[in-house]
Structure formats: C-alpha cells, structure tokens
C-alpha cells in the first residue's frame, strides 16, 4: 500500500535537493568517501544487484518477493518512485517507517556539511541510495535487492560490497549521452560490475551483447549464466489480472504453471528471470529458498506502474512507465493480448525531451488508437512541452486524433470521458503525477 501522507517524504526529498550537488554526475569518489565516513553499511548485508534497461524493477521486486518468502529480512531498492521517496526503499514489502528515513537523513547530512566543500558533494541519487544502504544496515537485513540508477560501472549502487549475484535484465538503447550509443557499449557499462567470483545471470540477445557478457564473466572468474540459452518459458494464460506460465531450467526444474499477479506479456520474461535468479542463489548462497518459496514469492509479488490495471470512472485504465522504445514495444504487445476485440484505444500522454520520442512511439504503430492526448507533467523541466509532443505525434500517427492539454487533471479528464480503453504512459514521472491526482 503506497502512504497516502507523503508531504512528510517531499520536505526531506527537497532537503536532499539543497544539500546535493545538482544534475547527474558520473564517478564513485564521492559516493565512496561519504559512505566511509558513514561506516561502510554497503559491506554489512549481501546483496543481489540489478542492472537492465528495461523491466529492472519488476524483476528486482519479484526476486525480493520470493527471497522474503524463503524467510530471509529483504530489503528492495528501486528508483524512481512514483509518488514519494519512501517508496523507493522497502523491507520485507513494507515500507520503511518515516522517522528511520529522518535519521538517516540527519546523519549523511551532517557528515557531507563536515566534509565535503560545496562544489564537490554527492548527487541527489547518491545521497538517497546512501541513505538506504544505511537503513539497510542498522535493520540488519540479510539481503538487499538493489536496482541500479543508470548504467552499472559508474552507478553509485555499484559500490556494494558483497554481491552474491549480478542480474540484467534487456539491453538497449537509453541514456546514450552517458552509456554509449550502441546496445554493446552500453553492455560494457553495465557487465563492469560483475564481481570476480561471484554468480551473474542475463537475460541475453543480441549476439554482439552475450559476447561482452561472456567476456566479462571470463575475466572475473564469475559463474555467468544466459536465460535465454538456460531456460525454457511456455505461456500458458495472459489476461489483465496477471500471467500463468511453465518454466524449465538448466539446472533441472521444471515448475508447471507459475502464477504472477504482474500483468503484461513481458512480465512472463522478467517473473522468470527473478525465478532463475532465485534457483541461482538457492546454490551455496541462499538454502532456505526452494520450488514452495519461488512460487509464493512470484504470486505475492507487486510492482505499481507498469501495465497496472485500475478501474477509474467505470473505465479500464492501463498505467505503464513505457518511456523507450523496447519498453513501448512490450507495451504493445502487451496490450494486442489484453485488449478486447474492436476496442479503440485512447493514449494519455507525456515524455521526457532526451528520450527517443519518434523511435518509441512507432513501436505503437498496428493499434488500434483513436485518440492521443499529449500532456506534460507539472513542474518537471525535463518533461516535453505538450504541444511539442503533439507534432511528433501527428506525425507517426496522422489517422488518429490528436489533443493537446497541458493541465494534468484536464488531461485526465479528457480521457476518461471518451469510450475506448485508456492507456497512460509515456513516463515514469507522468504515471507518479497521475496517481497523486487519483489520490492513490
């Protein structure tokens, strides 16, 4: 359940804001002295490590719903959150007490205010994932599923100490101007935190991505591991209340008719990928998980915000953080399996102006979409001018109807009184400013 009393979270989030170095800064120095001076909680927990481009977050959540299954203290660290900050930190599936965040807070503020000139302090990212790792270890969990930010080997997350298992999820294009411009050079950045030794598991695809992987895994030492040559998925149900799906793995499982609550085609990849992960990690690291503990975990799992159905109005409404065009593509594909025969779609829209807009719009392209209203979300510089939105969106899509409302609850307004079924995607940042107006 997300706390509805959140203005608690934003104060300490803006306080964060002042305090920190602004923008997105690469490197680990600084990150690396604040988290000495804090004692190094990084290095008191093990740690499964979650890199990707897409569907990090709900394979990160699945695998910490099934490790807490197995009756292991797990904490989950994700990024972004939706509606306030304290989601992205969660014990055990719940949410972390306000008042341990403001003690941690106080405590990293202080120690960078005593040691770090004021040009030269970490990032707003760096602060925050201080913080948990700190939480992390004062509530002695005994493991932490953590997500990575952006990239891998300049990612403050990477600065984790005792990572029993590194899991990436896809990769493809995203944040060029930071990780590269093709899918291997990125594949570098993220395959750099690959521990000597230790177990590491991908997705897999394309050819040239698998070879930097295996490479990688080579040179560390590490038991690497490709689901896609290991394991075999079979689908057997995909409807709007979640998937049903068989897996079968190379260390001889074979588990009939795993159930996830996780709706959207795609969420079959990412809930068994978590699954394999887990069968990696029952394997000298974690005993106590085994096939009851995979499938509880699985069922139980939750992650808001991608292909979630809620009912608004007496309409279906699809909420999903597709923000590039893979993650556009596996919306798509979701919603041709889900969408009832001959129903229109209307597309509540808003995208961040260094996303590759035209590339993930024309993964929508063989919908049946009457309507795309494009939006902006509020007070975010990044964010699209909905007006400009529009012209690319006339563009890809000349048949449809095109509106422009800049107002969030206008925008919203606007969709749900159309028939059709309402898709609202486009952005993380635009489905946490949904979700405020819904009061969720």
């Known amino acids: 359940m997300i706390d509805k009393d959140y203005a608690s979270y934003d ?26 001076l804090l004692g190094n909680p990084q290095d008191k927990f093990k740690a499964v490590h979650v890199l990707g481009t897409n569907g990090k977050g709900s394979t990160a959540s699945s695998l910490a719903s099934i490790l807490t299954a197995s009756g292991l203290k797990t904490a989950l660290y994700t990024s972004p959150h939706l509606i306030h900050m304290g989601e992205r930190l969660r014990i055990d599936g719940f949410l972390v007490e306000q008042n341990k965040w403001q003690e941690a807070w106080e405590e990293v503020k202080s120690i960078i205010k005593d040691n770090f000139v004021a040009e030269d302090r970490p990032t707003a990212f760096e602060l925050i994932t201080a913080v948990c790792f700190l939480i992390m270890a ?9 997500e990575a930010g952006m990239g891998g080997r300049l990612d403050a997350t990477n600065l984790l100490g005792n990572v029993a298992l590194s899991l990436f ?13 093709t899918p291997s050079q990125i594949a570098h950045e993220k395959f750099a935190v690959i521990r000597p030794g230790a177990k590491a598991l991908y997705m897999g695809g394309p050819d040239d991505v698998e ?23 079979r689908p057997r149900h995909l409807s709007l209340d979640g998937v049903v799906y068989d897996l079968w793995t190379s260390r001889g499982n074979c588990f ?13 990849q990412n809930t068994a990928l978590a699954a394999f992960g887990a069968v ?29 159905v809620i009912r608004l109005n007496g309409k279906t409404v699809i909420l999903d953080g597709a923000h590039n065009p893979d993650g556009m593509k596996a919306l798509a594909v979701s919603l041709k399996s889900a969408l009832p025969a001959k129903e229109d779609v209307v597309i509540l829209m808003a995208m961040m102006k260094d996303k590759d807009i035209e590339g993930a719009l024309e993964k929508l392209e063989g919908l049946p979409i009457r309507k795309i209203i494009c939006t902006q979300v ?44 309402i898709v609202i995607c486009g952005s993380l940042y635009l489905i946490g400013a949904i979700k405020k107006i819904m009061g969720s």
């Open 378 to 421: 509020p007070g975010l510089q990044r964010s699209k001018q909905a007006q400009e939105l529009a012209i690319i969106v006339q563009e890809v899509f000349p048949r449809s109807i095109v509106a422009i409302e800049p107002e969030l609850q206008r925008a919203l307004d606007e969709a749900t009184k159309d028939n059709g079924f």
């Open 138 to 146: 004062r509530e002695n969990v005994d493991v932490a599923v953590v």
């Open 11 to 36: 104060l300490m989030e803006q306080d964060i804001s002042v305090v920190a170095s602004p923008g997105i800064r690469p490197g680990l120095s600084r990150m690396a002295k604040c988290l000495k």
């Open 280 to 308: 990696l990690l029952s394997e000298n690291v974690f005993p106590s998980i085994n096939r009851k503990s995979i499938r509880d975990g699985l069922l139980s799992a939750r992650w808001p915000g991608r292909f979630e």
């Open 256 to 268: 009939c008719a795993l159930e996830t609550r996780l709706a959207g085609a795609y969420q079959t």
């Open 169 to 181: 999820t896809t990769i493809s294009l995203d944040h060029t101007s930071y990780l590269g411009t």
């Open 211 to 233: 070879d930097v992987f295996i490479a990688r895994c080579m040179k560390m030492l590490a038991e690497g591991h490709i689901f896609s040559r290991e394991c075999v998925v």
